[in-house]
Each structure stands twice: as structure tokens, then as C-alpha cells.
């Protein structure tokens, strides 16, 4: 590899690379061997990297670069309020269902480097949730979602849609998942999803069945 | 081991003795590892457990039977339908979370031995499917879950409880799931689950948003 002298360029050509690596050889690698795939001295890859987790938190970045930008220009856009929120979760979903269906080993090793690693995903996972409570603000100032605080109707909606937002569901249940489904469980929530006790649970706990 | 001459006996006391074995060596055993365990010969182990994969689906038939035993209680109780609903998942969530929080890394170890076996983890599926259908025939007649046939119904309550009913997702946020959940997810089904298009996929698909 020859440098721009763009770092960012650099940088990003760098973890391009250090993805195809870690796909051929099916596990996450180090600085050292990314410099000796890319013919470059360990100082101009410690540039990009000073430290050993900073490249695989920066193939983490260019994992979810698509689905930032997905949820970016949903919550931007002036759709209905139910619409953003099935555009929210189907985009990503077809997104994620091509990765997985163009290599899905490849889409099993990623799952697995990124359960090792759950605290640099976290990230991710907290800029969805941070989206996510615009739209439920949203929603609720139309009425929906009543009786909930925003992180009570999060934590549900988070559970309830995680067939669709877990890379690790979609490798055991793939077949099952279709944007039609997806489209019933969001018509669900909309027509069903409220705060308070209404009946479920019932008063007397478990005992009740004898 | 000692024979107790009730055969159903002697092969229990050999899947909890495989069970054990299992769990001490972090991985899926033989008749020959059960049989020198055991301190029986091979012809004995082997009586119980003609084929090899019948010790681990064994294994299986153990580990859910308290399950097994949760749903033909609930479906035969006279809970109304929508206790019905909670008690169907509550119990057998509140079972898995015990057995998780007992010993996080056996727990572990079996969802990693039945994700290998899927196909024989198959027959539970299968029949928790069953029971879920004979739920949904009583909520229908009741006049829930309208205009969506009962494997319409099925796969889309599947999806949205899978939280509650995956071993592999209790693995990944068992801190998120609680009991008061569950039920604010079962009331919002019994609110809100319904066929037909009720707004959230749109007519214009995806190019909906620019």
C-alpha cells in the first residue's frame, strides 16, 4: 500500500484491508500482521492505531457506517411517524440480510469477534438507542405509546423488534425474518404498545394456574 | 451404577449421569465416555442409546421436560386467555433465568451444543409451536389477533416474545429481561396484534425516504 497523504483515506484503506484479512483467515488480527499484509513498518500502522483494540474498534466503525447513516436520514426525513419507525428497522434489516446472505460464515465470524468484544459495540448500540428515543418522542407527542416513560417504551420496543436488529438471531431464525413480518410488528406496537397493568400479569402471580 | 431392573429408570439415572459428565468436561460425550463413567459395559449403555446421537437428544428430552410440563399445565388451566399468554412464557422464562443464573457457563455450553444440534432441539420447537397455535385458536374465538390466520399469528408472536423464549438471547441481555416486560409485551399483543396494512410499511416502499 502506498500512502495518500489523506490520512483519514489512509486510515480507511488500512481497515478495508484489515477486514479482508480477518475474513481469509477467520479471525480478528493483530497490528503486526495487518502491517506485514499491507507492506507497511509497524510506526505508519501505529499512526492509525496506537493502541492494539483501536483496529478492530475501527473495522466496528466501518461495519456500522451504513446503518449510522440509515438511522441519520430516517429520523431527518418528514415521514409519518409509523412509517420512520418501519423505515428505521427495514433498512437496516435488508442491509444486514445482504451481508448475511452474500457470505454468511463470513456474517457468523463477525457476530462471533463482536460477542468476544460486546463493550466496543456498545457504542453502536447506544447511538441506536439515542435515535431510537427521538422517534418514541415523537411518536408520543401524536398520542402513541401512552403511559410509558421514553425508557420504558425503549427497553420494550428494543425486545420486542430484536429479531430484526440482532445479527446473532438473524444466523438462527434468517428464514423466518421478512419485511412483511417486520411491517405486523410495527402496526402492533403502534395499535397495542401502552404503559399500565392491563391484564396480563394478574394479581395473584404464578399460583394462579393449578 | 447399579441396574434397578425398571429400564425408563436406569436410562433417567444415565442422561443425569451424561449430564454431569457433560458439564464437568465442557463438551458433548460419547456412549464409551458414559460407559466407562458409568462403570458399565457398552452393551448396557448401548441397550439405551442404540444410535450415538440418541445419548445427546436424551440429553435434550431431559433438559426440557420441566418446559414440557409448564406448557400442558397452562393450555389445560382456566386462566383467562391473556393469563394464559404470561403464565405460557413467564414460567418457562423464569425456569431458563434460574438455570442461567445457577451456572452461567453450563448454560452457555448447552446453547452452544444445541445451536450444533439444531435439528434435535427441532421436536421442542415443534411442540411448543403446537400449543402456542392452540392458544391463539382461543384468542381468536375470543376475537384477538383478528384477520391473521393462526400460523400468520404464530410467527409473528414467535418473533416478538423470542426475547423470552431464546436461550442464546437470554445469553446476550439476561440483565434486560424481567417478568413486568414480558407482560407489557403480552398485553400489547392482546391490544394491538391484528392482520392486514395498518400504515407502518407504506405504499411507496423504501424510496419513501430520500
Redesign the interface.
Known sequence: MVASGDTEQDKRQLVELAMKVTERRGEEISRATLASEAGLSRTVVDRHFPEEGDLFNAIIDLWYEPDIAIME??VA?D??I??K???FY??RY?RERERYEEDPQTFALYCELG?NRFEDVRGYIDLADHYLSELIAQAQAEGFFPDLSIN?AL??I???V??YT?P??ML??SH??E?????????????????G??????VSG?R???
Request: no cysteine; hydrophobic share 50%; proline share 2%.
Open positions: 436520514e430516517v426525513s415521514l409519518p409509523q412509517r419507525f418501519y423505515e427495514a433498512r435488508i460477542s420504558q427497553t420494550l428494543n425486545q420486542m430484536i429479531a440482532s446473532q438471531v438462527m431464525i423466518r425474518l419485511e412483511e413480518k417486520l411491517a405486523a410488528i410495527i402496526d402492533t406496537l403502534f395499535a397495542g404498545l401502552a404503559g397493568d392491563r391484564g396480563a400479569k394478574g404464578l394462579a394456574v393449578r
